[in-house]
């Protein structure tokens, strides 16, 4: 039986896309992950459990590096990368401290979130990430608490609470990292004036994305 290899890094656009987990806390009803079977444009992101350690992906990006440099280092998924918040805050630590050479110290690195990890880990971890991550593009998609509810369908423990939490995480970033974009999946029933305001009062960018299910191919 041929041995299932699943891809831990991937390139997209100008960036190196890493794979730490499959885990998440939300089952967004946009959320492509079933109905491209764990498949992103050619990559088999199923982990089946195996999550990689910092060595693991610090060896595959610098293998990546030698083979063409890359402008970003971006934590994404399928799954919500700070479930593993120890493993992606050592991977950026190496990387800021010279220990995953020939990465550069300086490199770019950004954090693809659902915004949870306050709520999942019981306290603020926002500056635990000072001066590792550069930027957090946080999957907001609504200013609505009930919308919000409907489009992310968190998981029980954060179904209530969660929004705020999310929220707050985004307020603190934008305080705290250089780059905080609070991102929206397009929809008809968005109110996107409404979130430009929430956004703008939480203090982070805005940035509106299509579904992925209406792009031609993967
Ligand atoms: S946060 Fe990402 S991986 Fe998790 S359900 Fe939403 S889109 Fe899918």
Redesign the pocket.
């Known amino acids: 039986m041929e041995e299932h290899k699943p891809t831990i890094v991937y390139r997209y656009g100008e960036g190196l896309y890493v794979n730490l987990t499959?885990r998440?806390?939300?089952?967004?009803v946009?959320?492509?992950?079933n109905s491209w079977k764990m498949e992103y444009r050619g990559s088999d992101l199923n982990l089946q459990g195996a999550e990689p350690s910092p060595a693991d992906v610090l060896a595959l990006a610098k293998a990546e590096w030698a083979a063409a440099p890359f402008k970003e280092f971006v934590f994404c998924?399928?799954?919500?990368p700070t479930m593993r918040l120890e493993a992606l805050l050592a991977c950026a630590r190496m990387i800021r401290n010279g220990r995953a050479e020939p990465l550069p110290r300086n490199l770019r690195i950004r954090l693809?979130?659902?915004g949870l990890a306050n709520a999942v880990w019981g306290r603020n971890v926002v500056p635990e990430m000072k001066g590792l991550i550069d930027s957090v593009h946080v999957?907001l998609n609504s200013a609505d608490p009930a919308q919000w509810r409907e489009r992310?369908?968190p998981m029980d423990p954060w179904a209530d609470t969660g929004f705020e939490k999310v929220k707050e995480f985004i307020r603190e970033a934008s305080l705290l990292l250089p780059e905080t974009v609070a991102s929206v999946v397009e929809d008809k029933d968005v109110d996107l004036a409404r979130f430009r305001g929430l956004a703008a009062t939480l203090g982070a960018e805005v940035r509106v994305r299509p579904r992925l299910e209406t792009e031609a191919g993967k």
């Open positions: 499959n998440c806390p939300t089952a967004c946009f959320c492509v992950k998924g399928y799954g919500e693809n979130t659902n999957s992310m369908r």
